[in-house]
């Protein structure tokens, strides 16, 4: 159980034009999702929290009109890198979160070039 | 704000041979939780074992254990007959409790990890 997945795992895009990665949770229903960033050999760094039905709440430095995220339903969360740059290419991850449950579900992530 | 701190960039070791790996944290929040994740080659995170902070009892699952000690806000990761499906980046990982439900995880910088035949 508690399996979360991404599409697509990898994207490549010319630069400003905009991708979409979309986050689902396959067998819960998930209130809160995460969208994370990684660059090679980094941590992860939290963009947003995602909550089903409400703004998205972004972290501080992240351009919430550059990186649109949706919660629309309890199974699905997307990110839209708009107007995408090379600077935007990136490993793209999300994480689902149980209500009232403490453990994050990630899925596989999605590798983002933009040329 | 919480800070987690992984002071080792890389390890190696033996296969077969224990390992410890660090972490530090720093934090004003008296209820969190603690995490060690697994990222393989394949980028997957994966849970390896996680510690509630009102527990005195470190966590132990199968061959990996913690040794988490509050007053000095450390939390340590232990692997015990490593194998080489242990090569992997480590990341030590910290959570504050809430009744909102949407708590975020603190990272640390990660530990890569490489078992040796």
């Known amino acids: 159980g508690a399996v979360v997945s991404q599409h697509p795992s990898r994207v490549i895009c010319k630069s400003g034009t905009s991708v979409k990665i979309e986050c689902r949770s396959l067998d819960f229903q998930a209130t809160t999702m995460f969208w994370y960033r990684q660059f090679p050999k980094q941590s992860l760094m939290l963009m947003a929290t995602s909550n089903e039905g409400s703004k998205a709440t972004y972290e501080q430095g992240v351009e919430k009109d550059k990186f649109l995220i949706n919660h629309a339903s309890l199974t699905l969360s997307t990110l839209t890198v708009t107007s995408a740059h090379p600077e935007d290419s990136s490993f793209y991850i999300c994480?689902?979160?149980?209500?009232?449950?403490?453990?994050?579900?990630f899925g596989p992530g999605t590798r983002l070039t933009v040329t | 704000a919480q800070t987690v701190t992984q002071s080792q960039p890389e390890m190696s070791v033996q296969e077969a041979e224990t390992v410890t790996l660090s972490c530090t944290y720093d934090t004003s929040e008296s209820n969190y939780y603690l995490f060690w994740y697994k990222q393989p080659p394949s980028r997957q995170m994966i849970l390896v074992i996680r510690q509630e902070a009102y527990k005195q009892q470190n966590a132990t699952e199968n061959r990996f254990s913690v040794n988490f000690q509050k007053a000095a806000k450390s939390f340590s990761l232990k692997i015990s007959d490593s194998q080489l499906g242990d090569t992997a980046m480590y990341f030590c990982?910290?959570?504050?409790?809430?009744?909102?439900?949407?708590?975020?995880?603190?990272f640390g910088t990660g530990t890569r990890l490489t078992i040796i035949p």
């Open positions: 990982a910290f959570m504050k409790i809430s009744n909102f439900g949407n708590e975020k995880l603190t």
């Open positions: 994480s689902a979160k149980i209500p009232a449950g403490d453990e994050q579900y």
